[in-house]
């Protein structure tokens, strides 16, 4: 009908009739644009403010694993220097007492830094989506700051399984006291030992302590981690209340 009209003025040569028609295209066409872009960052903005919604959620569950990762390490370390207090003193009921660090004093807590709210924002290409640039950074971040914990971790438990063994070595497990977990598990007898035997055995306390050492570099390595995911959720919190999402 546009068309017509244009081909019509041409032909009467109606040079004011065939400027307004173009113009009413032209408009139209902007108009249909501008109403595009703009439904399209509306979707976009709604995204952002579900992504940023869900790293809130999902960072505040990463630190909670890193505290509760953090407590169970300080427990390995108090029990075993429990039973070292009891070495030290020639108290066999005080090593008795802590005589469950033993067993766990080698082990490596291993959590998962990287929210899947981020994963699917990189694989989805849409971390361009989050529009503060410094926001933005800290998140991309994050992957690499897993890797970097992961391979810390794998590094410990690699120095602490050979360890593990000749500990192992040293003690027996009454598995009669953890058959039944629901009658309470485990007790400060479970672990049996010779209290003579290890409490001589120099290179034997050597190991358990050097076991200790590591345990403490773990503990610092979840507080450092605890402080820099708590960091970035700080800024998406501050990005949610900033553009009120």
Same mark, same amino acid.
């Given at each position: &009908?546009?068309?017509a ?14 400027v307004?028609e *173009?113009?009413?295209?032209?408009s ?10 703009w439904n ?7 995204? %952002?403010?579900e992504?940023?919604q ?10 909670? =694993?890193?505290?509760?990762a ?14 070292? %207090?009891?070495v030290?003193a020639?108290?066999?009921?005080r090593a008795?007492?802590? /005589? ?5 004093i ?14 699917? &924002? ?7 989506i989050?529009r503060?640039?410094t926001?933005?950074a800290?998140?991309?971040?994050i992957?690499? &700051? ?7 971790? $794998?590094? &410990?438990?690699? =120095?602490? /399984?050979?360890?593990?063994v000749?500990?192992s070595?040293?003690f ?10 629901s009658?309470?598990?485990y007790?400060i ?9 290890? /409490?001589?055995?120099?290179y ?12 403490? *570099? ?5 507080l450092?981690?605890?402080? $820099? ?8 919190r ?8």
């Amino acid at each position: &009908m546009i068309l017509a009209r244009i081909t019509k003025a041409i032909r009467e040569q109606n040079w004011f009739a065939v400027v307004l028609e *173009f113009i009413i295209v032209i408009s139209g066409v902007v108009i249909g644009f501008q109403v595009t872009a703009w439904n399209e960052g509306q979707q976009e903005r709604q995204r %952002e403010a579900e992504y940023l919604q869900q790293l809130d959620v999902e960072l505040t569950a990463v630190i909670d =694993e890193l505290d509760t990762a953090r407590l169970a390490i300080d427990a390995y370390f108090n029990w075993i220097t429990i039973f070292l %207090e009891g070495v030290e003193a020639e108290n066999p009921d005080r090593a008795q007492e802590g /005589s469950w660090g033993l067993n766990a004093i080698t082990s490596v807590e291993i959590i998962n830094l990287e929210p899947a709210a981020l994963r699917e &924002m990189i694989s989805a290409g849409e971390l361009t989506i989050i529009r503060n640039g410094t926001l933005r950074a800290k998140l991309a971040s994050i992957p690499q &700051m897993q890797s970097n914990s992961q391979a810390s971790l $794998e590094q &410990m438990a690699s =120095e602490l /399984s050979p360890i593990a063994v000749e500990i192992s070595g040293h003690f027996e497990a009454r598995l009669e006291d953890v058959s039944d977990l629901s009658q309470g598990g485990y007790s400060i007898q479970t672990i049996q030992f010779d209290f003579d035997e290890v /409490s001589q055995d120099e290179y034997f306390l050597r190991r358990v302590n050097y076991a200790a050492l590591q345990n403490r *570099f773990q503990a610092a390595h979840f507080l450092r981690y605890r402080g $820099e995911i708590e960091a970035i959720r700080g800024q998406v919190r501050d990005e949610i209340e900033d553009r009120g999402f």
